[in-house]
T-cell receptor
Framework: GQQLNQSPQSMFIQEGEDVSMNCTSSSIFNTWLWYKQDPGEGPVLLIALYKAGELTSNGRLTAQFGITRKDSFLNISASIPSDVGIYFCASLGSGTYKYIFGTGTRLKVLA | ETGVTQSPTHLIKTRGQQVTLRCSSQSGHNTVSWYQQALGQGPQFIFQYYREEENGRGNFPPRFSGLQFPNYSSELNVNALELDDSALYLC????????????FGSGTQLSVL
């Protein structure tokens, strides 16, 4: 079946550093979304991408829809302690509303 | 604007029992979907309801069933509970035309003993 693989699985970074993470698949997708989940909460939508090559920002977050339509990237600039959490990429199975989530990247920030 | 609310927040059941989880969608949202999130994993799509009808289902057996009511709230029912059903169950609502943009509740943590 369709899967979304995220890397890295987890990362420790210093406060103020920039962060990069990615999401890849062997399948083509028409939509990419990025969510963040804090402990004990549901995921929160960060950015939605709809077109190959699209680059979209939301504050310190920037995400890109890969040209091949098989990947997406999320960058966080100047990380702060509240960036701690799990970041999930997600997409929709072709022609369906079957949502697929990635394996997650766990971000831990050292103050 | 009221967000997505789920009840109960925590639940303990024994194997073989049945459970009903409830979700109130965000005001103005007409679509509800349910997800199972095992510890350390991403959410897994169970099914989606739009206008009180199921219009998408993931790889879950028939003992997982649901309902959507005229006010767009929803229930997830799980029969014959198994130990592997222990997970965080998340409800998400969305609205046309942006049905892919999900707004999640905080979830119900289900433990099956």
């Amino acid at each position: 079946g369709q899967q979304l693989n995220q890397s890295p699985q987890s990362m420790f970074i210093q406060e103020g550093e920039d962060v990069s993470m990615n999401c890849t698949s062997s399948s083509i997708f028409n939509t990419w979304l990025w969510y963040k989940q804090d402990p004990g909460e549901g995921p929160v939508l960060l950015i939605a991408l709809y077109k190959a090559g699209e680059l979209t920002s939301n504050g310190r977050l920037t995400a890109q829809f890969g040209i091949t339509r098989k990947d997406s990237f999320l960058n966080i600039s100047a990380s702060i302690p509240s960036d701690v959490g799990i970041y999930f990429c997600a997409s929709l199975g072709s022609g369906t509303y079957k949502y697929i989530f990635g394996t997650g990247t766990r971000l831990k920030v050292l103050a | 604007e009221t967000g997505v609310t789920q009840s109960p927040t925590h639940l303990i059941k024994t194997r073989g029992q049945q459970v009903t989880l409830r979700c109130s969608s965000q005001s103005g949202h007409n679509t509800v979907s349910w997800y199972q999130q095992a510890l350390g994993q991403g959410p897994q799509f169970i099914f989606q309801y739009y206008r009180e009808e199921e219009n998408g289902r993931g790889n879950f057996p028939p003992r997982f069933s649901g309902l959507q009511f005229p006010n767009y709230s929803s229930e997830l029912n799980v029969n014959a509970l198994e130990l592997d059903d222990s997970a965080l169950y998340l409800c998400a609502s969305s609205s046309t035309p942006d049905r892919e943009k999900l707004f999640f509740g905080s979830g119900t943590q289900l433990s099956v003993l």
